[in-house]
């Protein structure tokens, strides 16, 4: 009995982070209720974001009073999220695949420890830098040689961006995979002739699909929550679907970044209360990624965590 | 062992943290006699200017301090009513609906401003294109796509423009900027009017290709970085908009005539509404009436929340202000980021309303 | 597995047509990994290189020791106001991430432990300006506490805690149970084992995570940008309503300005986030690394 004040104590400190959680999201649940009733569900299927006449005499729609024409769909920002994380998830795939490859087979080992550390690196850079690199480097580069309107803000630049933000945790999963299969297997597959190539891509492979689509389920959370990075280079588009690898595009977190202030000018709020609808909805979303991570692999994460 | 070093080395960390606190919040209680701060937040059209006031006045000033940030007149706007930040700066005034909900909130005209409807055009940045609002209109709700489009060529004869599709750049962010120019598109263009409005952030109709930027600062550098793209530019980045490039372009007045903006033209729209400006100062000279007028010039405004925490901020901010629409109205700051003073019936208005600050 | 029939093969083949081109799709393969890793690295060089160049160019005694002005100036108040965030983001983060840890590790194997890892993961995966947009409603407005110090300590203590939490566990958990059996066998109490055993023997582990806690405060912005504000001038000890500066808002907001000054100061910002970031996870991997297993 004497030792359950410490235990508690423990306890009661552990339980300020499912405290902290559940604040944010009965914060976002109870402060977007009115837009939710307002928006319905054409928020999520509308293409148009218009805070409407902000200079004009709130009007009552449905009940709620809004500016006259207030119109809020969040399209537009879901499909940018998507698809440029998707986009990412294309590039950075193989890259990580490839690398982890040779970082596990083709590099000498005491050369090892100094690459894979390099590619751990990637992953640590801070994402502002990463945006102020995509300007000052990617985008000259994509709109000169690439963007065949010169314009170098866009989808195809945010997903390069994102990709290399992603792939060190891909391949670092990979990586620590790839190392731990039993000598046995490859060691059988040379004795059938295969070539080294064909061990790795055949035998060894097969073994870590499952840590890999974890590695990559993992990204792809990082990806959709990406705000800096993105919001510096995507080229913020508004109540127009991406045509190209090449249109401008929004995010949901970089388009909450950028219209904070400007939903903040609606003096019924309206358009801030749909902001932290918004927010729910990129919240949701990485949710399932998360989760769905969990449920794939529970080893991808304890491999990241055990390096640390 | 390695525990007793741990700990030792934490406890010392945190006691020391404490002192250091504690040590600050003293040092706080002492200083807050000595020193007023003051955060001014908004417009980064008057972002350059408040750079150059700040370090005048402070000079003579010692006592205040004074934080610039540039977010856009939304955020100006925004956070002076939240009182997160004493000034608001904005190229836009407050909506009517918005001065019911906040009767404490002051429009107060600091100097006289214009916007610049700038392009990247190669070969064409020193030949002064011809723009209308139609025009603009056209183009930034995707009606007008090419840069040799009909209408343009019929407002530039003898100008060889490319057949090529034109970049609208417009604001991402709350801004004043895109307040007067949706203005002057909505006072020249009934159907932008009835589509679109005007605010300090609108509903952007649908353009394939068009972009978003942060800024007045982030328009000259997504113009610069575009080739065929049209920005709308506060007079204020006009240096770094010719230093990049950029075009600067002559635009229909109400009156028909084409005019560039310079002080001239500025003038002559500012004195359309001198003897019209009401005491609270919220009035637009967009798209003024006279032969000569320049037709996207507006007041640059400090949004101020006339009840402040404390008399100390309240008298530090009526200073500034004071000293902003008198000495700071020479053209040794104005003349730096093309601005015009206030005429003397507009000084005085503002300075009645800077009273009212308490 | 089936990976070795999947490989039909014939034994000891003849030099044929197929062998030699699985012999060249091998060569292939390889340069094409090989490839993959220089574009995972390429751009991490590039990354560095560019921004050691031209933010070294931008040094000079001024930037560390006078304040900004506008968009010119020094970078002293931006550094301050970065260390000071940190600090006190660590100073909430530390006591419950490590507290939570413990608990984890030590008495977490029910389900209410579970429950709390699973939530703490799921926070982990909370995007970084969700919690920055919470942090502005409730803690700058609502609250009434403006751009503050304490909103940008505390946004950031919520970010980092289930770093913080997971990695102590883990470290704990490394810890032989032997070493807790043979303290408990002594007479130790609940405590003086967690404090004066396990610890211990988890430190650099646990100080591991305060560290790469310290990294991530140090690189990120998304939550200060709505929660700390700016401010040219450094800490006056104000804990609310009192703006500060800090390293990554120099970085996101002076790239944008169309001057060759404004530009010099965020690449100097980014060298020096760059730094600390670099230096810290170099410090702490080769570390971890020499003290457990080798990779």
């Known amino acids: ?308 | 062992m390695k525990l007793s070093n741990l700990l030792s080395r934490s406890t010392a960390l945190r006691s020391g943290v404490a002192a250091l606190a504690l040590a600050a919040t003293v040092a706080t209680a002492g200083a807050a006699h000595a020193a007023s701060t003051l955060v001014e937040t908004g417009s980064s059209l008057l972002y350059p200017l408040f750079n150059l006031w700040v370090p005048a006045f402070t000079a003579a000033h010692p006592d205040v301090q004074i934080t610039t940030t540039s977010t856009g007149s939304g955020a100006g706007i925004a956070q002076s009513i939240k009182n997160l930040v004493q000034i608001g700066a904005s190229d836009a005034y407050m909506s009517d609906a918005l001065v019911q909900h906040n009767p404490n909130m002051l429009n107060i005209p600091l100097a006289i401003s214009a916007q610049a409807i700038n392009y990247n055009l190669p070969g064409l940045a020193n030949t002064h294109i011809n723009l209308s609002g139609p025009i603009l209109a056209g183009i930034y709700s995707g009606k007008i796509t090419m840069w040799n489009d009909r209408a343009i060529r019929a407002a530039n004869p003898g100008v060889n423009l490319p057949a090529h599709v034109i970049i609208p750049v417009h604001r991402v962010d709350g801004s004043g900027d895109t307040f007067i120019f949706t203005q002057y598109l909505s006072d020249s263009t009934p159907s932008w009017a009835h589509s679109v409005h005007y605010g300090t952030t609108v509903s952007w109709p649908a353009v394939a290709g068009g972009i978003g930027a942060n800024g007045n600062s982030g328009m000259v550098s997504a113009a610069a970085a575009n080739p065929y793209s049209i920005a709308y530019i506060g007079v204020s980045y006009a240096a770094p908009a010719a230093k990049a490039g950029l075009g600067v372009a002559a635009l229909k007045n109400a009156l028909g005539a084409y005019v560039l903006p310079n002080p001239a033209t500025v003038g002559a729209a500012a004195s359309s509404v001198v003897t019209i400006t009401p005491p609270d100062e919220r009035i637009s000279m967009i798209f003024a009436k006279g032969a000569n007028a320049y037709p996207i010039a507006n007041y640059e405004y400090a949004i101020i929340n006339a009840k402040q925490a404390d008399a100390a901020t309240a008298a530090s901010l009526r200073t500034f202000l004071n000293w902003a629409v008198t000495d700071g109205n020479a053209s040794q700051f104005l003349d730096q980021v093309h601005f015009l003073p206030l005429p003397a019936a507009i000084q005085t208005l503002s300075q009645t309303q800077i009273a009212k600050i308490k | 597995m089936s990976a070795s029939a999947r490989l039909k093969l014939t034994a000891r083949p003849a030099r044929s047509l197929q062998e030699l081109r699985r012999t060249i799709v091998s060569r292939i393969g390889w340069v094409a990994c090989g490839l993959a890793l220089l574009c995972v690295i390429g751009p991490l060089l590039d990354i560095v290189g560019v921004v050691a160049y031209r933010g070294l160019a931008a040094f000079s005694i001024k930037l560390f020791t006078s304040t900004s002005n506008g968009v010119t100036g020094g970078l002293l108040n931006a550094i301050e106001g970065t260390f000071i965030i940190s600090l006190f983001g660590m100073l909430i983060a530390v006591p419950v991430g490590i507290g939570a840890g413990i608990y984890l590790s030590e008495y977490g194997s029910n389900r209410v432990g579970g429950v709390i890892r699973f939530l703490s993961d799921v926070l982990t995966g909370t995007p970084s300006i969700v919690l920055g947009y919470f942090s502005y409603i409730v803690f700058v407005t609502s609250l009434g506490w403006g751009f503050s110090l304490i909103a940008a300590a505390i946004t950031l203590a919520i970010l980092i805690v289930p770093y913080l939490a997971r990695i102590t566990e883990l470290a704990l958990r490394q810890v032989p149970v032997s070493m807790r059996e043979a303290a408990f066998a002594l007479g130790a109490t609940e405590p003086t084992v967690v404090f004066r055993v396990i610890l211990p023997g988890a430190a650099t582990g646990v100080m591991t995570g305060a560290l790469l806690a310290l990294a991530i405060s140090v690189g990120e912005t998304a939550p200060l940008i709505y929660t700390a504000g700016w401010s040219n001038f450094l800490w006056n000890g104000r804990f609310t309503n009192e703006p500060v500066g800090y390293l990554t808002y120099v970085i996101w907001t002076f790239i944008d300005q169309p001057n060759a000054q404004s530009h010099a100061l965020a690449f100097a910002a980014a060298f020096l986030v760059m730094m600390v970031v670099l230096a810290i996870n170099i410090g702490v991997r080769l570390t971890v690394r020499r003290s457990t297993r080798v990779v």
């Open chain 1, 1 to 308: 009995m004497k030792f359950r004040p410490f235990r508690l104590s423990l306890l009661s400190l552990s339980l300020l982070i499912p405290a902290a959680l559940c604040a944010v999201i009965l914060f976002l649940l109870i402060y977007s209720a009115p837009a939710i009733g307002f928006n319905g569900l054409g928020f999520v299927t509308g293409i148009t974001w218009n805070l409407g006449d902000l200079y004009g005499d709130p009007v009552s729609v449905r009940g709620f009073t809004v500016p006259n024409g207030a119109d809020y769909g969040i399209l537009v920002f879901v499909t940018g999220t998507l698809l440029s994380s998707f986009i990412a998830i294309l590039i950075a795939v193989p890259l990580s695949v490839g690398a982890a490859i040779f970082l596990a087979e083709a590099v000498p080992h005491h050369i090892r420890p100094v690459l894979s550390l390099l590619v751990e690196l990637v992953a640590v850079v801070p994402s502002v830098v990463f945006g102020l690199w995509g300007i000052a480097v990617l985008i000259p580069l994509i709109g000169h040689y690439v963007s065949p309107s010169g314009n170098g803000y866009g989808l195809l630049t945010a997903s390069i961006v994102l990709a290399l933000m992603i792939t060190p945790i891909i391949a670092t999963t990979l990586l620590d995979a790839l190392l731990q299969v039993p000598k046995e297997n490859r060691e059988s597959a040379f004795g059938l002739g295969a070539t080294h190539f064909e061990v790795v891509t055949k035998a060894m492979m097969p073994m870590v699909r499952t840590t890999l689509i974890g590695g990559i389920v993992l990204a792809l959370g990082r990806a959709l929550g990406e705000t800096l990075a993105v919001a510096m280079v995507a080229g913020g588009a508004l109540n127009i679907m991406p045509t190209s690898l090449f249109s401008p595009i929004s995010t949901i977190a970089s388009f909450i970044l950028t219209q904070l202030d400007s939903a903040e000018s609606d003096p019924t709020n309206m358009a801030v209360r749909s902001l932290a609808e918004i927010a729910l909805v990129l919240f949701v979303i990485t949710l399932a990624m998360n989760a769905g991570a969990k449920l794939l692999t529970s080893g991808a994460l304890n491999v990241r965590k055990r390096q640390a």
